[in-house]
C-alpha cells in the first residue's frame, strides 16, 4: 500500500488547511481498515490529529476535535483532512498514515505517507 499526501503548502491564518491523502497499491496486500492523520511541528514530536475507520466512525485528538474534520472517499481510494481557523502554530509536517486496526498511536501504523511540509503564515 502506498500513501501520498497532497494540498497546500502554504495557508494564511484562520484559513481551512485542507490535505488530502491518496491510497494505491493495495492489491496482494494487507488492505487497510484504519487512516490517520499525525503531524509534527517543528522542534517537536509527533501529534496525533485524529483516524477514520472502514466503519466511517472518526476518532479526534481532544486538543484538536474541535477544529478538526477528517472524511474518506472510497470511490476515490482518498481521505482529507481538514483544519478550521489554523495559526502559526499549525505550522508542520503533515503525515497520513494507515492500518488495519485504529488506534491513537503516532507510530503504530503499518503504511506511511513520505509527509507533507505545511506552513501557516500571513
Known amino acids: 500500500v502506498k500513501l501520498q499526501e497532497s494540498g497546500p503548502e502554504l495557508v494564511k491564518p484562520s484559513q481551512t488547511l485542507s490535505l488530502t491523502c491518496t491510497e494505491s497499491?493495495?492489491?496482494?496486500?494487507?488492505?487497510?481498515?484504519?487512516w490517520t492523520w499525525i503531524r509534527q511541528p517543528p522542534g517537536k514530536g509527533l501529534e496525533w490529529i485524529g483516524a477514520?475507520?472502514?466503519?466511517?466512525?472518526?476518532y479526534y485528538s481532544p486538543s484538536l476535535k474541535s477544529r478538526a474534520s477528517i472524511s474518506r472517499d472510497t470511490s476515490k481510494n482518498q481521505f482529507t483532512l481538514q483544519l478550521k481557523s489554523v495559526t502559526p502554530e499549525d505550522t508542520g509536517v503533515y503525515v497520513c498514515a494507515a492500518d488495519l486496526k485504529q488506534s491513537n498511536s503516532t507510530t503504530a501504523w503499518q503504511y506511511w505517507g513520505q509527509g507533507t511540509q505545511v506552513t501557516v503564515t500571513p
Open positions: 497499491g493495495s492489491a496482494g496486500t494487507t488492505i487497510p481498515n484504519a
Open positions: 477514520i475507520a472502514s466503519s466511517g466512525n472518526t
